[in-house]
């Protein structure tokens, strides 16, 4: 699509009796738990979205990083739907012809040993969690029942009971209890802390290598690293969450591989599904995978060859589209022209690749009225904690749509701080 018929229109004001009707229905049939912005959106291709009226908009959001080749992109479809063809579902009751490359494709790209595959983020966080735990009962020796796991301050894992249990956002947590034992978490960036939070009953620590949903929160350089040190030294696994940072998402295939760590398991999710499907995995080395048995765990979907085909597309389409190389350089343009602001009402700009968060000075939901703003002008991002804008494109956006949302996002500033001096 062209980038030529950009409209200025508030969408809220000037929603068509459609897409009222389509939210309508969707909030009186619908649970409430989340609360969108006002917008239908009903096709997609590459960066940009169109909404039922035919509005379209750039997207700067990419489905939380799901959405990292763009939308529909010609190659992932094509597998999709030849794969669907021939073969959707098989369940892991038989072996199937698409899956065992998909092992071998991400132990490479990781440099570990073993891949369990499932659907969702969190699925696969929780086979995380779950390995961690056993390898510290029959591996490490601790008494059964008695293993932890220590996780950040400020971190994301998923919705499942677990995950909530492990974060420390009182609206995540409120009335799910009761919740899992064996879980505690320290302040993120601080290694010191980790060191002594580990105790012998320690099995391994979770982190995320850049925090995404907490603001897109860099740790201090050289964190990760001094946490694998501290892991080795104590005999703690090291496990590394890569669910929205993975796939090249901060211009290396593993945000960890920033600091050259190879941890003893990896999450990935997201991205891994191109965009069209749930496709995640636990990607660790023999001496965490060892505790798995026939039986011991398992998902109906997980490893179908219909997500198995569609995952290796998008896998394909990252390397031969270079898209890795791509997220670091435009990223550095992109965090660099933000950087350049110059704005009162805006706190920080930081990031790394195509993983970018700009965080808004002032109130608790400061940075609303910049994605309002935005959505206004034809830009799709999302407000993450309340004051960061989180920008996120798909990896293969044209340089010229970001150089544009780049020059709508100074003037929304522009015209907020106009906002802020005539109320002064
Ligand atoms: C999104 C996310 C998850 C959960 O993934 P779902 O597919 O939503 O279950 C887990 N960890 C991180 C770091 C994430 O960003």
Known sequence: MATSTRVGRDPASAMSE?????????????????????????????????????????????AYSAVSFGHGHPRIVGALIAQAQQLGVTSRAYHNDELPFLFERLTQ?????????????????????????????????????RAEIIGCH??????????????????????????????????????????????????????????????IVLPPPGYLARCLQICRERHVLMIVDEVQTGLGRTGRFLACQHEDVKPDGVILGKALGGGLLPVSAFVATNDVMQVFHPGD??????????????????????????????????????????QDLRSD????????????????????????????????????SKDTHGTVVRIAPPLNIPRDDLEWAVGEIRAVFRELERDVKRAA
Not at 25 to 38: H, K, M, Q, S, V
Not at 110 to 134: C, F
Not at 302 to 325: C, F, R, S, T
Not at 357 to 376: Q, S, W
Request: proline share 5%; glycine share 14%; charged share 25%.
């Open 18 to 62: 459609t897409a009222a009707d389509l939210i309508g229905r969707e909030r009186t049939f619908g649970a409430r738990n989340y609360d969108p912005l006002p917008v239908v959106l009903a096709r997609g291709e590459g960066s940009w979205l169109a909404d039922v009226d035919g509005r379209r908009y750039l997207d700067l959001m990419s």
């Open 109 to 145: 790209l990781t440099g570990l040993d073993r891949v369990l595959p499932a659907n969702g983020g969190a699925e696969a966080v929780e086979t995380a969690i779950k390995a961690a735990r056993k390898w510290g009962h029959k591996i490490k020796g601790i008494a059964d029942g």
């Open 154 to 215: 400020g971190n994301f894992h998923g919705r499942t009971i677990t995950a909530t249990a492990l974060s420390t956002e009182p609206q995540y947590r409120d009335g799910f209890g009761p919740f899992p034992t064996g879980l505690s978490t320290v302040p993120y960036g601080d290694a010191d802390a980790l060191a002594k939070a580990i105790t012998p009953r320690t099995a391994a620590f979770l982190v995320e290598p850049i925090q995404g949903e907490a603001g």
């Open 297 to 338: 765990h398992g998902s109906t979907f997980g490893g179908n060859p219909l997500a198995a085909a569609v995952a290796m597309a998008a896998l394909d389409v990252l390397q031969d589209e270079h898209l890795i190389e791509r997220s670091a350089e435009l990223g550095a343009w992109l965090l660099g022209e933000l």
């Open 345 to 380: 009402l805006v706190r920080d700009v930081r990031g790394r690749g195509l993983f970018v968060g700009i965080e808004v000075a002032g109130e608790k939901n400061a940075a609303r009225p910049v994605v309002d703003r935005l959505l206004a002008r034809g830009i799709l």
